[in-house]
């Protein structure tokens, strides 16, 4: 739980420094995304890879190495001296990440049986909450009070704690698998294919001139894909058991991971930009702002984990869907007069069907699997939400960068923009959720 707090913490926490990075170093939303974006592109590729780390190495030399590297990484980033290095440090850091936090929902389905996991999932969940709830009301005040520097200092009290509370009751592997090739070729076309992606969708902010730069780009990462997905069905030990997939209920749980991934991590990313450029809060205003949200998801959590072990997947899922997009709605709605606590119950109420759907939908994509495929189902269901959540908040930038500006400044029509789009994401994931039927 503390290894997927600190990754988290660390995702959440940089949102509300963004607008100062901008300031101090003198670049533009376009630029300052890949903060955000590079994080979870990284964290992306090598969540992959924690299954041949697990059968190698057992959870907790990976969980505790992880850990250790992610606070040396963070610690150096906080000394970056351009935004050069701030990124490669944020890459870093979601290389680490995509490490940890498969670990928890792995342990969850591993240790408790089939009729507790939802409550387990509620009860991580919970904990698991802490952090984005106190994460941008930190942020802020860091921010603030010292510096935005202070902000990649965050995890690093969270992710020491981890690496000793590791070492101490994580247990040894009883026995392990016989040794098999990693399949890094796998990893460098799957890095090579969202890297690509990624970049010519960044790219497209200054499309005049980049035209076949831009197609080059986009050509590449598309055969990338396709060597990928043969290279995973002829391999003996996949990075990713695409064959997984053929399960119906589990396709259509990792479609709808895909769309909600979209929609939550471009919302995470938007709202203290938003309220911050258009509506002119200071960072620990914008961090008040998402607290409420986080205090109400965290109570949620436990709610929705014993409803998914009782309750239709798919039904809980869509009523989270729902509350989602009606959130998204009313922030599209909002207007530079609007009161603090309007803004604040917009939250609570995305928050809310965050909390009802995320337990839902990974118990309803890893109930129908066979044990020995919880580990590699596992690392999928979450690579699809992370990847969905790459592509969702560059394509958010993307919008913002598109709108309307004045001075070089976002105005609340290019973050209006932006919301709809978050809305369309998440109306969207209801299609192959309601085709789960569990």
Known sequence: MLGTMA????????????????????????????????????????????????????VRKTLGTAMAVFSVISVAGGFATSPEQLIVARIGQGAMAGLMQPMGMYLVFRVFPRERRGQAMGIYGMGVILAPALGPVLGGFLVDQLDWRYVMFAPVPVTLIGVAMAWRFL????????PYRFDLPGLVLLGATIALALDALNRLQQFAGQQTLIALEMAVAAIALVLFVIRERRTPHPLDNIRLLRNRAFLF????????????????????????????????????????????????????????????ARSLVVFGITLFATSAVLFALSDLELAFGWLALWTVIGRIGIGFMLPALSTGALNPLEPAELGAGSSTINFTRQLGGAFGV?????????????????????????????????????????????
């Open 253 to 312: 749980a990792n479609l709808g991971a895909m769309a909600l991934g979209l929609a939550l991590f471009g919302s995470t990313y938007l709202v203290p930009l938003f309220v911050q450029t258009a509506l002119g809060f200071s960072a620990t205003d914008a961090g008040l702002l998402m607290l409420p949200a986080g205090i109400v998801l965290g109570a949620t959590f436990p709610i929705a984990g014993r409803l998914a072990d009782r309750k239709s």
């Open 171 to 178: 247990p040894l592997p009883v026995s392990r698998p016989a």
């Open 7 to 58: 990754t988290v913490l660390s995702a959440t926490v940089v949102n509300v420094a963004l607008h100062d990075i901008m300031m101090e170093f003198g670049i533009r939303q376009g630029q300052v995304h890949w903060l955000a974006t590079g994080f979870i592109a990284a964290m992306t590729t090598t969540m992959l890879a924690s299954s041949w780390l697990l059968d190698h190495f057992g």
């Open 394 to 438: 560059n394509l958010v930038a993307l919008t913002i960068e598109f709108g309307d500006h004045r001075g070089g400044v976002p105005t609340i029509d290019a973050f209006h923009s932006a919301w709809w789009l978050v809305a369309a994401f998440v109306a969207v994931a209801a299609i192959p959720v309601w085709k789960m039927r569990v």
